[in-house]
């Protein structure tokens, strides 16, 4: 299947310092791509992949589980800390729970964590009803687009597919349990108003990483979406601030050094 215009990844040759992002369950690189721009435009080398089963129709995600997601970030993260000396990961909702078993399960090769609004557990009595409920039906109404700025929208699928979910509330546990490997400096940044992850998540996460310097920022004016919503200049603002305290080879004008 073709990919969704908007939707494509988005690779950019910079600096020495890369920066891996990840997008969002059912959503698409489109939700991260100002931020990738931003930082892009400010020397850095940027990978914003789009991952399997999304950025097409929700049938093709269908197909794909937790395995097939992360594995596409793994991938990503490699190449990038083959070509740069210093490598930071971020991610929104999912792509926070991707970005934080990078983390975990590959140490030192990653300088810093930054997260947006991340996930850690399908809630509600529908998580306990997916094993059974994936078999019998097929989709749930969609969560793109939960954004308070008015004009703004992320391209997403209108169906969740419930095979996925089902995956993808797996991948939550298994990340959960991993948190304690985490020991990165990490910048958390999530909205108060956030219709599609509460904030319990966010305050698990917090306390569960081993990481001593951690940084909280509260989106006060955005929702879920936030890197399209009022707060964006924020985040993006931040997450050079936090790059460039832990790079090396940043300036401190901002830019990333060339290679």
């Known amino acids: 299947m073709p990919v969704l215009p908007g939707a494509e990844p988005f690779r950019h040759e910079g600096g020495e310092v890369g920066v891996l992002l990840c997008h969002g369950f ?5 939700s991260l791509r100002p931020w990738a721009e931003y930082l892009a435009e400010r020397g850095f080398t940027v990978a914003l992949p789009l991952l399997p089963g999304h950025g097409t129709r929700w049938e093709d995600m269908q197909l794909t589980g937790w395995q097939d997601w992360y594995a596409e970030v793994d991938r990503e993260l490699r190449a990038l800390t083959e070509r740069c000396s210093q490598v930071f990961v971020a991610g929104l909702s999912m792509g926070g729970a991707l ?37 019998l039906v097929r989709t749930t109404p969609g969560i793109a687009s939960d954004i308070a700025k008015e004009g703004s929208a992320e391209l997403g699928y209108d169906r969740v597919p419930l095979h996925a979910a089902h995956s993808l509330r797996k991948f939550f546990q298994l990340v959960d349990r991993e948190l304690p490997q985490v020991t990165q400096p990490l910048l958390l940044l999530h909205s108060p108003q956030d219709h599609v992850v509460p904030p319990a998540d966010s305050a698990r996460i917090l306390g569960r990483v081993s990481s001593r310097d951690v940084r909280e920022i509260l989106l006060e004016q955005s929702y879920h979406v936030a890197t399209l919503d009022h707060d964006a200049d924020r985040i993006f603002e931040e997450s050079l601030a936090f790059i460039g ?11 990333a050094a060339g290679g």
């Open 26 to 30: 059912t959503g698409s690189p489109q």
């Open 245 to 255: 305290r832990l790079a090396t080879g940043v300036g401190k004008e901002g830019t």
């Open 99 to 135: 970005a934080l078993r990078l983390a975990a399960k590959h140490g030192d090769a990653v300088s810093g964590v930054m997260v947006v609004n991340p996930a850690n557990k399908v809630h509600g009595l529908a998580a306990y009803a997916l094993p059974v409920a994936r078999h």
